[in-house]
């Protein structure tokens, strides 16, 4: 049964990850124009033969199901082909850029968690209280704004007024940890405010649906203390919505980190997939495109998993 | 109807706010000091200055005037490509719950895997081949909010189709046309305001991140996201070139959040009390 469980989760993944390989492969060969002259330029893409030559490089010069076999095939070898202007492998660029993307994100849930967890218990504990509005006010307005909006109020009051962290950037951890973190630390928070403003209100809601049940009644009534009723009993059972606001938010967190990314120059995935766009990179933007949204699916899927192993009702 | 609205606390607030963002995107032109696109050297990245209220971009631009004319493109967005869900979505959620079988079953599965992908990934997809533009970003964002729209007309078409009223007035020879628009339609009213103002705000979220990357509203036409992005490297020149379109940024969407919010109280009193 969990084993079925499982497997019929990874398949979706499987199914998921072709759908945008193909989705990606059809709006290159579909588009407006030709991209071999689109990446040339009006100059050099009235040269048939340099046209001809980009075209092979693009790989578009074989019939359409070659091609659509042949990108089908090198997905699953993770051969995303070259940069047009440098000839450097894509898996090489995404390789340097994708731990950077991850730690971002990484460190904002880690962030969002931890500020959402306890404002959300502080609101629960103190229903109806000052405090309870302030949380749930500053909740509303952190899901309003746009995250780069907040960025910008924070490079403007921290790093500009204040003094306090570095504006944008980044440093390499071997280099110099302490300016590495300095550097994370604006971009994490950012993202992970929104986040944090949803765990805040689903742990506020869910602990207080756990709190007017009988149970706690019971735990109270034997004269347990509120601190231990609270923590050991009442939390545990509103973690599980806490998985179920990252599952929910990861579209939100995605998003957050290609604008955050580009806001702080923060030398990740999306910049890269950015850059790639301006340029007109198509290697580039097809392979970071086709990671991205796979790593979305994996942690979709995983987020499902381990929702139905905590809750086997969900399966 | 109205008055339950202008009586809700909320709904005013909002709408004292997107009112006038409405009307000066709609007269914008008539009011600008400046030439939004006029360059002037002599002025780069200044604060307030005489003729400049807000001061001037990099280029020497007027900040006021570009802010007036940079709601446009975002309306523009915003309904368009609300409009383009609505039609969309009402449509094929009104095909699939009549249709029933594979079709049905095609569409409700097509639409689940849109909705499995953030927006903002697949608008940066269509973006980075086909080009940016506000032409693009309304069928985008358009076509990317269906699914929403779909999936509440379907749900609904399959309850009230099975209602003994529907099925009489079928049995009586009532068209499927009439049934829609005065059965369906009718009843599911209220979630599709709500998904609208949802829809609505969602569309210029991500017209101003697109546009904040460079890749949605095309310069020199101004728009607020690409302001923001733009001011971006001269927040130590002049901090309130990138203050001002946050400013707006911000309140706006405030406002039209919370008019969603507004919405939700007033025609959905289930979830009032919550």
Request: with cysteine.
């Amino acid at each position: 049964m969990l084993l079925r469980f499982v497997t019929k989760n990874i398949g979706v993944a499987v199914v998921q990850i072709i759908i945008v390989a193909t989705i990606v492969f059809s709006l290159l060969r579909f588009m407006p124009g030709d991209p071999a002259v689109l990446v040339l330029g009006t100059e050099r893409g009235a040269d048939p033969e340099a046209v001809a030559a980009m075209r092979t490089t693009l790989g578009l010069d074989q019939p359409l199901l070659t091609q659509y076999l042949g990108w089908m095939t090198d997905i699953v070898r993770l051969d995303f082909g070259q940069s047009l202007f440098n000839n450097i492998d894509v898996t090489t660029y995404i390789a340097e850029r994708l731990p950077k993307t991850l730690e971002l994100a990484i460190a904002a849930i880690i962030i969002g968690a931890i500020i959402g967890i306890s404002l959300g218990i502080i609101a629960a504990v103190k229903r109806g209280s000052i405090v309870d509005m302030i949380v749930s006010t500053i909740a509303a307005a952190g899901m309003s704004f746009p995250v780069y909006v907040t960025g910008t109020a924070f490079i403007l009051l921290i790093s500009l007024q204040l003094n306090l962290l570095p504006a944008s950037g980044y440093t390499e951890f071997s280099e110099d940890p302490i300016g590495h973190f300095q550097r994370l630390l604006l971009p994490a928070i950012t993202i992970a405010l929104p986040l944090a403003a949803s765990i805040a209100r689903m742990t506020r809601s869910s602990m207080l649906e756990v709190l007017g049940k009988d149970f706690v009644q019971t735990l109270r009534a034997k004269g347990l203390a509120e601190k231990l009723v609270i923590y050991k009993h009442v939390l545990r059972n509103a973690i599980i919505s806490v998985i179920t606001v990252i599952g929910l938010e990861l579209a939100n967190l995605i998003g957050g980190t290609v604008l955050i990314e580009f806001l702080f120059n923060w030398p990740g995935l999306s910049t890269l997939l950015v850059e790639a766009i301006n340029n007109r990179n198509y290697p580039i933007i097809q392979g970071s495109i086709i990671v991205i949204a796979a790593f979305y699916i994996l942690i979709n899927r995983s987020v499902e998993i381990i929702y139905g192993l905590m809750d086997p009702r969900t399966r | 109807m109205l008055k339950r609205f202008f009586r809700n606390r909320t709904f005013l607030v909002s709408f004292i706010i997107l009112l006038p963002v409405l009307i000066v995107a709609l007269i914008g032109p008539l009011i600008i000091p400046h030439d939004p696109l006029a360059i002037n050297q002599n002025a780069v990245l200044k604060g307030s200055l005489s003729g400049y209220p807000l001061g001037t971009d990099e280029y020497g631009r007027d900040i006021l005037s570009r802010l007036i004319l940079g709601i446009r493109p975002t309306m523009l967005v915003a309904f368009g490509a609300t409009i383009i869900a609505f039609v969309g979505g009402v449509t094929v959620g009104v095909i699939a719950g009549y249709a029933r079988g594979i079709l049905e079953k095609a569409i409700m599965r097509t639409i689940d895997i849109i909705l499995c992908f953030p927006p903002i990934l697949l608008a940066l997809m269509v973006v980075g081949f086909w080009g940016a533009g506000v032409k693009n970003l309304i069928l985008i964002i358009g076509f990317l909010y269906i699914p929403y729209f779909a999936r509440i007309t379907h749900s609904a078409t399959l309850q009230v189709k099975g209602l003994e009223y529907v099925q009489s007035e079928l049995s009586l020879g009532a068209s499927h046309f009439r049934v829609i628009t005065k059965a369906i339609l009718p009843n599911i009213m209220s979630p599709l305001i709500i998904q609208i103002s949802l829809t609505i705000a969602a569309a210029i979220l991500l017209e101003s991140g697109l546009s904040f990357l460079g890749l949605g509203v095309v310069p020199p036409d101004p728009s607020w996201g690409q302001m923001i992005g733009d001011a971006r490297g001269y927040i130590y020149n002049n901090p309130m070139y990138v203050i001002w379109p946050s400013l707006c940024l911000g309140v706006t969407m405030l406002a039209i959040n919370l008019m969603g919010d507004s919405f939700r109280d007033i025609l959905d009193p289930k979830l009032k009390n919550r």
